[in-house]
DNA sequence: ACATGTTGATGCCGTTTCGGCAACAGCTAT
DNA sequence: ATAGCTGTTGCCGAAACGGCATCAACATGT
């Protein structure tokens, strides 16, 4: 199903891999080919889409702007396809989610799962990374959907949805805190802290809260994995800081205890954002999962009020 | 700036003219060329996009689908144009504009007239339909901007802004009911009445009022022309009935008068939509226009609810 | 400073695609 | 039955595309 001039494909593939050569390899052609669809796309603009320099190529403003318009009809084409499919019964394409590490551990592999077992011609790309960078993914269009700390949004995303979960400390069973229902910043510094570096969202939750303090103490560990945070907090390393999210049900069978956090008498919120490119429709199946996801987040976050309810 | 394939562009005009001969007169190309681009998309999507009838073509539902993704390319190809332009500070493009009669008086020619003045390289389309056929002619793509009677929109159109005016009698300055400050349908119907016939929307939001009385009356006169409705209220003739925005302020210096409309005490509303497609971008310079237009006629609606303010 | 590897651009040439002309079959309305 | 419309199909010239080899420009490593 090849609708489209090669020079819009062309022009994507430069624009993903940043070099002439490197598309030509992707797309199986000459590069010489991709070359001169390029230079054949500039003279119809009337003006240079990419900068030359020595090591590739760099898009200038309009060939932003083209790439914008480029990733609208792509993304639209695959809309096309999974319309077209779905008509004659069957649902087949990939979902591409980009996300930050707190999902990892039991939201996303469960919706998954679960969403497999019905669809099973739906297949799945997941990428954890930082949530500015989730957002960053989404814009260049790397990603169909993404979820991420909700800060502000570049205004080419929509936020579909927005969820508050309870920030808290995790610490070991035979903690001394672990008694505790629930615990302020200053009760958890007066013991050993795992703290997370700046790469991880949790930063820059507590960072401010931290500065309110008098004194800002020397944390114990530092570590940019939400994985081995839990591991050292479970061996009694010290008092590490996640949302309620990353922990899912390990909590109960596990060495593990959550204590929701509060801070001069309030709750501590993580806000989770999921986004989804705002120029766009999204394919059936993306839609669909989608909405499994959001529905699966609220129902999170209402559970979570239920088992920490809210103190104020 | 011929992006896109042929067999992109021939679909699109193929689906508007919906005659393969007609779109290549349009096209300025031999019919057997477009006949073979069309046949070539069919054999890519893998299933017919038109029912041949003897007298033309007609969409099948991929082929609807088709269309969908197609204006979707186009419309932000265009928008992709315009921002290139305006890059280099040179606004041009046209604004296309499907609206109701009501418009036509004042708010239009004001509007258009006042960003012509500023942006003289824009240029506008508009063209007058009923409210159901200005949602439709957004959705096939042939318009911009619609304005309409706030009805149930199709979920493919977005709706922008939503104004209500009150709904009145229009009648000359000698009528009998010209001394009033407000009027009831029963009040109006004792005199003899201009309808308007059913293609107006006027019609629609009177008909359910008409119905609830206990006798419905021989109208004088039925038109479908808003500017002969008031000509003719003008010369005494009899009642019209109309939005205060199609009377504008020809109504202090004619010989016309505006009677808000009452029913059980209540004001009478006409509920005014701005629609869009929703899938779709604006170009800037419709975005600019589509942002006036909006502010507008909010400020109409104040100044309106200011003259003849709610009794309730 | 030199060699090497990379980048994108170009000239040449075979293949593919596209478009125009004319003729065809199918249908409709007069 | 005739005339007028529809979309489709061979045929052929023109334009576009892609592949190969080559070039100049630049970065990197020795």
Not at 44 to 56: D, Q, T, Y
Request: hydrophobic share 40%; with cysteine; aromatic share 6%.
């Amino acid at each position: 199903m090849r609708f489209h001039s090669p020079a819009i494909q062309y022009f994507h593939a430069v624009r993903r891999t940043g070099s002439i050569r490197a598309a030509a390899r992707v797309l199986n052609v000459a590069s010489s080919a991709v070359s001169r669809q390029i230079l054949k796309l500039e003279q119809e603009v009337g003006s240079p889409l990419f900068e030359r320099n020595a090591r590739g190529l760099t898009l200038t403003t309009v060939g932003e702007m083209l790439a914008r318009h480029v990733m609208n009809v792509l993304q639209d084409l695959d809309r096309f396809r999974s319309d077209v499919a779905s008509l004659s019964g069957a649902w087949h394409g990939t979902v591409s989610i980009a996300c930050i590490e707190s999902l990892t551990e039991s939201v996303l592999p469960d919706l998954i799962a679960s969403h497999r077992g019905r669809a099973r011609r739906v297949s799945f790309t997941t990428e954890v990374k930082g949530s500015s960078d989730v957002l960053e993914a989404l814009s260049r269009g790397e990603a169909d959907i993404g979820i991420a700390i909700a800060l502000r949004h570049p205004p080419d995303l929509r936020q579909v949805a927005l969820k508050r979960f309870r920030l808290g400390a995790l610490v070991a069973r035979e903690h001394p805190l672990a008694r505790r229902k629930t615990v302020t910043l200053e009760q958890c510094l007066a013991f050993p802290v795992i703290q997370a570096l700046p790469e991880l969202s949790i930063y820059h939750l507590l960072q401010p809260l931290i500065a309110q303090l008098s004194e800002t103490p020397e944390p114990a560990i530092q570590a940019n994995s939400i994985d081995l945070m839990r591991e050292l907090a479970a061996r009694g390393v010290g008092v590490a800081f996640q949302t309620q999210l990353g922990i899912g049900r390990l909590s109960r069978d596990s060495q593990l205890v959550f204590l929701p956090l509060d801070n001069a008498g309030s709750p501590v919120w993580s806000d989770l954002g999921i986004y989804v490119r705002a120029e766009r429709t999204l394919p059936a199946y993306t839609e669909s999962f989608l909405q499994e996801l959001v529905r699966e987040l609220g129902e999170r976050e209402r559970r979570e009020n239920v088992a920490y309810p809210q103190t104020s």
